[in-house]
Every structure is written in C-alpha cells, then in structure tokens.
T-cell receptor, first 115, second 113 residues
Framework: ELKVEQNPLFLSMQEGKNYTIYCNYS?????LYWYRQDPGKSLESLFV?????AVKQEGRLMASLDTKARLSTLHITAAVHDLSATYFC???????????????FGQGTILTVHP | EAQVTQNPRYLITVTGKKLTVTCSQNMNHEYMSWYRQDPGLGLRQIYY???????DKGDVPEGYKVSRKEKRNFPLILESPSPNQTSLYFC????????????FGPGTRLTVT
C-alpha cells in the first residue's frame, strides 16, 4: 500500500527566506504531483513530475523528483506573502493495470509567510 | 470556460437519506476522480474512472457508489449516509490518468446529522 508523508506539516517563514518541503512515499511510483490550496478554495495543480531527476520551476517554486530515494521536494525561493497556502504532494500507484489511476496524497503542509 | 462543476456546493442531510453529488466537466477528459478532504488527513481518493464505464476503488470507497455512463459526468452516490461521511468532497478530471494535471471542482461541503 502506497503511503505518502510530507514534512514539515506546518511552516512559518519570513519573507525573503528559502525553504524546502519534503514528500516521501513508501513504494515505487513514477508520477508525483504537487498542488496548492488557498484557504476555503479548491486545489490548483502546480507540477507534474514523471521521471527520476525531473525538475520543474514556476516563479519562486521549484519541484524535483528522486525516484530512487522515493522523495520529491518543493523548494521555495525568496518567499513572499502570496505563497501562503497549503501545499499537497500526491503519488500515483505503479502496480499496473487500471491502478495507475489511483492517487495517494500527503497530509499537506500549511505554509505561512510573514513580513 | 474549461471547468469542473459540482452540485450542490453545500448540503446538510440526515442519516440514511440517499443523496447524489453531481460532477461534470466540459474538457473532454477521460479521467475523473472523487476525493474527500478531512482536517489532518489530507485528501483521500474515493473512486476514480479511467474512462466511460471503467471505474475503480480508491483508498476509501466504503459507503459510496459511482457511475460513469458518459464522459462528462461522474456522480457520487451515498446510498445511506452516516455522520462519518461528513466531509468536504472534491471532484477532479484530467485528460488521461497518466502524466496530466488534474483540474479540481469547487468542492461540496456535506454534513450528515
């Protein structure tokens, strides 16, 4: 059974600082997703990572995937208040057949960026 | 406008009274999925559908049913709701299951008393 763990679960940052959110998953997966959720809102897709070593960047956010270590990271550079949100990672099942439609989410990391 | 719609957005009901939450997408997506979100637990997948007439269980399918008779619609059915199904529900779709980002609906907040 695929399990996904994020850490930290709560992150309070100062504007301008850098930090990393970690997403570990327990069994083989070849797809890793990152999502953002603002308070009271739905989820918005940030990144889809499909292969070992994949790196994607959008603005101050950069995501990477290491399938050997079963680890994805979301790196925040020079944080700004607008990045305050909850960030989720999700890993896809790799067992074959229709199971590759199955997604397991992490618990989410609540990020607060202070002036 | 490309979107995933859910109805109703808010629902308060009583234990045992059957209900359906509708989900519809206008992007011709093959893949659709239902999730529930509970504090401290993140999102958990209930059911997903790879394409029309193909559905499969997620991590928490007990107490729920789905059907996918046409590509655009993927309703979630609670035949006999119980208080532990009080939650925030999201429907999502993507072009295909593999490699594509998911688009999420606005959510349905369900309270079962």
């Amino acid at each position: 059974e695929l399990k996904v763990e994020q850490n930290p679960l709560f992150l309070s940052m100062q504007e301008g600082k850098n930090y990393t959110i970690y997403c570990n998953y327990s069994t083989t997966s070849d797809r890793l997703y990152w999502y953002r959720q603002d308070p009271g809102k739905s989820l918005e897709s940030l990144f889809v990572l499909l292969s070992n070593g994949a790196v994607k960047q959008e603005g101050r956010l950069m995501a990477s995937l290491d399938t050997k270590a079963r680890l994805s990271t979301l790196h925040i550079t020079a944080a700004v208040h607008d990045l305050s949100a909850t960030y989720f990672c999700a890993a896809a099942d790799n067992a074959g057949g229709t199971s590759y439609g199955k997604l397991t989410f992490g618990q989410g990391t609540i990020l607060t960026v202070h002036p | 406008e490309a979107q995933v719609t859910q109805n109703p957005r808010y629902l308060i009901t009583v234990t045992g009274k059957k209900l359906t939450v509708t989900c519809s997408q206008n992007m011709n997506h093959e893949y659709m999925s239902w999730y529930r979100q509970d504090p401290g637990l993140g999102l958990r997948q209930i059911y997903y559908s790879m394409n029309v007439e193909v559905t499969d269980k997620g991590d928490v399918p007990e107490g729920y049913k789905v059907s996918r008779k046409e590509k655009r619609n993927f309703p979630l059915i609670l035949e006999s709701p119980s208080p532990n199904q009080t939650s925030l529900y999201f429907c999502a779709s993507s072009l295909q299951a593999y490699s594509y980002e998911q688009y999420f609906g606005p959510g349905t907040r369900l309270t079962v008393t």
